[in-house]
Each structure stands twice: as structure tokens, then as C-alpha cells.
């Protein structure tokens, strides 16, 4: 069910961006994972993007092992850089596409934005879920622990106090 | 994180069965699993184990962590950290040191920076000093980009027994807090695996390490309220660090995570949680997560996050073991 909602939500991400990574015959390259072992000939690395305005793309495999007889595409990893023209200027964003069986079954789409209100945008994209968060009270929802910033000392709990009576 | 003075305080014993001076038979798997509290390095730890440590266990791990604070801690006016900081000019620090500073060679590295060990004497500046002035100083040097910084501020020389010299100017302090206190949770597992144990829960306040046994539910602690969470983690196997700008605050915008190239404290983001095969790394991760942005780090590193915002959005990565709360 989690992927289903990432898969969408990646996919969406890639329509907002006007970026389209166009598949292309077998993806292979001999940096490739390849659970066979064997590192298939070497071929031209067939993920090419055609993104708006530009892009640059790689291709690797990630599982060439997979079958993929009666598939279209080779399975495996398809990677690529898109960039676009946002408000802040130049952008690019990396897309990787994982394939079986003709069938997307993963997206990710991460920033490379450095321009901070792109980072903001751009991390809705990669994560998807870059919303509000609410609290639930730690009672309610069966943890055996709780992470958050390490407690602090007696020592500096002190000091704090006394600067607050100090200030006030 | 590091953060604080530092000295192993009693250990306060939480196992019901080691409490119980009648216990002969550790009843343990029957009455759930066995904790043993203490205080150390100015926080709460706490280690969960199906069966009760023994005491020879026990005083190992105090053992390890006294050690490692006596070398590491500038909070202690004995450590090693400290001579060097006051004039020593070069100290012998232990193997210990060997992994972690590696790490935080790579830390230093993937984000440009903002994550350097001796962030610390701009820390003390601030007021987050082993006596606690909590009060900011004047600056002795304006410009943040004219300190010293982790490439060039030291030199490292093999030393006697596996272990670093480092040698400084006065002055000069080395605070290991982005990584230095995952990386003793780390430690203190392997006291426990040495030990024999094989199931364990190792948490210092913020920073665990899971191992074998039933997976581990946390909760991840709301920046802004800790009697809630924004979500939960599930761990198998893995070790989860935490780290948060909302405990350790003296004062308007002033606390312990402080970008070393402009000297001041992060702003935006306000909560990290990393995910990693070790907690030294999660632990440096969580830091980093402050100043640098996921995918950056993610060329150097393998870990999962999520990443909470002063305007109370958060992200997480896909494949982040868990769930947050919209």
C-alpha cells in the first residue's frame, strides 16, 4: 500500500516538473549490480531523458538479472538528471526509475536544489510527505521507547535556571 | 550528542530481578526484559536485555564509558580534549579515536563543513562551556570563516598503541558531540556482544542501537511537546539517532548546533532522526541533517531519515522504517 501512494506521489512529481524520462531497449553498464554475476556486453546506456528544457542522463542497472524475456525494457535502475527553470533559477533534480517485468515499480526522485525555497519545494517532491506533521500523545501509540534530544544534566538544567531568575 | 559534563554517575539498577537480593534465578524472560540505568556523560542511558548483565558486565560497560569521556569530554578538566585545549600542544588520544575521526573526516567532507569537531571553542563562545556561563561572549574572531577548521586545524600522527596524536594551538577544541555519543553507544554494544549478548537494546538518551531479538517501537519525540511524537520508527537490527535544538537552549536562539562556518546555531531545521548500521553514523547523520541537505549526503552515505522543520512540516526518505503522524 506504501508503495502504491509513493509510486504516485513520485509519478506526480515528475509530471510538475514537465520532466519525462523516456525508456529506451536494454540499460546496462558494467558498474551495474548484476545479482547474475556475468556483466552483460556493454551497450550504450539507454535511459535518455527528455526533459524540459535540458537534461543530462545516466543509465545503470541495478538488477539486470531479472528476467525480462516478452519485457520491452530491460529491468534494472534507470537513472537521470532533469533540470529546470524555477523561480530561483537553474535546478536539477535526479529521477530513478526501477523497472520489472515492463512495470515501474519504484520512483525516486531526489533534489539537487541549493537555493533554499527550491530545497523547500523540491523536498515535497523527494519525499512526498515533506506536510505538516501532528504530535499523538507518546500513551497512545505503543512505543517501547522515545527519541528525541538527549535529556540534559542536572548541572546545565541549573545553569538555565538561574539565568531565567537572573533575567527576570 | 555530547553535550554535557560528563561524569558516570551511580548507576541507578532498574532490573527487577538484579534487584531483588533474594533473585537467584533471573526470572528475566518471564518478567520481560532486564534494564540497567545509569548516568553518563551528562545524560540519561539506559541497556535492555532478555537477561539480566552480570556485575563484571556491568562494571565493563561503566568502565568503557569513563574512559572514553576521561579522553574525549571538554567538559572534564582532565580530559585529553582539555590539555590540548589549554596548551598541551599534542595529546596521545587512544584507538578509540582512530573510527571516529575518520567519520568525521567524511562528515567534514559530504557537508562542506558544517559538521567539524572543533566547533567547539565557537560552542564555548556562546556560553556552552564546561561551567556552564550560558552566556555568550564577545568573539575573538568575527569572522567565522577565518577559525580553524577540522582540514588544517590539527595535525594526526600514529601514536603508541593504535592510537592519534593530535597535536593544536592552544585554544584549539575538539568537541565531538555531532558523533561522539552514537559512536559510545557503539562501544558499549560491543562490551555487550564481548560479553555474549546477542539481544540488546543500547540507548543513551536519544542515540540506540538495536540487536537481535523482537524489533524495537520508537517514538519519535515532538521537537516542540515531548509528551507526543511525530511518528514511530521500527529498528531491527539498526541503530536510530535522534537529535533535536530544543533541550539544550540557554537563551534567544542559542543552542548546541551551531554551524561552524557562520558560528551560528541551525534555525530552520529543529528535528533529525537517522537511521544506520551504526550509531556513530546515524548519530553524525542526525547532525549533519541540520545544514545539509539529504541527498548531498546521501552520495556519501547509506542511511534513511526524516527531518522535521521549524514551521512544522517534516520529510522523511522512502525508505525510512517507519511512519510520521499528518
Request: charged share 20%.
Amino acid at each position: 500500500m506504501m508503495t502504491t501512494r509513493q509510486k504516485k506521489i513520485g509519478l506526480t512529481a515528475l509530471a510538475g516538473v514537465s520532466l519525462s524520462v523516456a525508456l529506451a531497449g536494454c540499460a546496462t553498464d558494467a558498474t551495474a549490480e548484476s545479482d547474475a554475476g556475468a556483466a552483460a556486453p556493454a551497450e550504450t546506456p539507454a535511459a535518455s531523458s527528455a526533459a524540459t528544457p535540458a537534461a543530462t542522463s545516466s543509465a545503470s542497472s541495478g538488477d539486470s538479472a531479472g528476467s525480462s524475456s516478452g519485457s520491452t525494457y530491460k529491468d534494472g535502475t534507470y537513472e537521470a538528471t532533469g533540470s529546470y527553470t524555477s523561480p530561483n533559477g537553474q535546478e536539477e533534480i535526479d529521477v530513478s526509475l526501477t523497472l520489472a517485468g515492463d512495470v515501474i515499480t519504484a520512483v525516486t526522485v531526489t533534489p539537487e536544489a541549493t537555493n533554499p525555497n527550491s530545497v523547500n519545494y523540491q523536498n515535497q517532491f523527494a519525499d512526498g510527505i515533506a506536510q505538516v506533521v501532528v504530535g499523538k500523545d507518546i500513551d497512545e501509540i505503543e512505543v517501547s521507547r522515545v527519541a528525541g534530544s538527549s535529556l540534559t544534566s542536572g548541572g546545565f538544567n541549573k545553569a538555565v535556571e538561574t539565568i531565567k531568575a537572573d533575567a527576570a | 550528542m555530547i553535550a554535557d559534563p560528563a561524569q558516570v554517575e551511580a548507576a541507578a539498577d532498574t532490573d527487577p530481578a538484579g534487584a531483588d537480593p533474594a533473585g537467584a534465578d533471573p526470572v528475566a524472560s518471564a518478567a520481560g526484559p532486564s534494564r540497567f540505568d545509569f548516568e553518563a556523560i551528562g545524560t540519561h542511558w539506559q541497556i535492555e536485555t532478555p537477561h539480566p548483565l552480570d556485575p563484571a558486565t556491568r562494571a565493563a560497560v561503566l568502565a568503557r564509558v569513563e574512559a572514553f569521556d576521561r579522553d574525549f569530554s571538554r567538559f572534564r578538566p582532565d580530559s585529553l580534549v582539555t590539555a590540548l585545549a589549554r596548551g598541551a600542544g599534542t595529546v596521545d588520544l587512544p584507538a578509540d579515536a582512530v573510527p571516529l575521526f575518520e567519520l568525521y573526516d567524511r562528515l567534514h567532507a559530504a557537508t562542506d563543513g558544517a559538521v567539524d569537531p572543533l566547533v567547539g571553542a565557537r560552542l564555548e563562545e556562546l556560553g556552552y562551556d564546561a561551567a556552564y556561563t550560558l552566556r555568550p561572549s564577545e568573539s575573538t574572531v568575527p569572522d567565522a570563516r577565518a577559525r580553524p577548521s577540522w582540514a588544517g586545524g590539527v595535525t594526526r600522527a600514529a601514536a603508541a598503541r593504535g592510537g592519534v596524536a593530535v597535536s593544536a594551538p592552544a585554544g584549539t577544541v575538539i568537541d565531538v558531540g555531532a558523533a561522539g555519543k552514537g559512536y559510545l553507544v557503539d562501544l558499549v554494544a560491543s562490551v555487550l556482544r564481548d560479553a555474549g549478548h546477542t539481544e540488546y537494546v543500547v540507548d543513551g538518551s536519544g542515540d540506540l542501537a538495536h540487536s537481535g531479538g523482537a524489533p524495537v517501537r520508537v517514538g519519535l519525540e515532538h521537537p516542540l511537546d515531548p509528551r507526543k511524537a511525530i511518528g514511530v520508527a521500527e529498528l531491527a537490527g539498526v541503530s536510530l539517532c535522534a537529535s533535536a535544538s530544543n533541550r539544550r537552549v540557554w537563551g534567544e536562539g542559542l543552542h548546541h548546533i551551531v554551524d561552524p562556518r557562520t558560528g551560528s546555531p541551525a534555525r530552520e531545521v529543529i528535528a533529525t532522526w537517522v537511521v544506520a548500521s551504526t550509531t556513530a553514523l546515524a548519530d553524525g547523520l542526525a547532525t549533519a541533517l541540520f545544514f545539509t541537505g539529504a541527498h548531498q549526503l546521501a552520495k556519501t552515505f547509506h542511511f534513511s531519515y526524516v527531518r522535521m522543520y521549524a514551521d512544522g512540516r517534516a520529510e522523511r526518505s522512502r525508505d525510512f522504517p517507519g511512519e510520521l503522524f499528518a
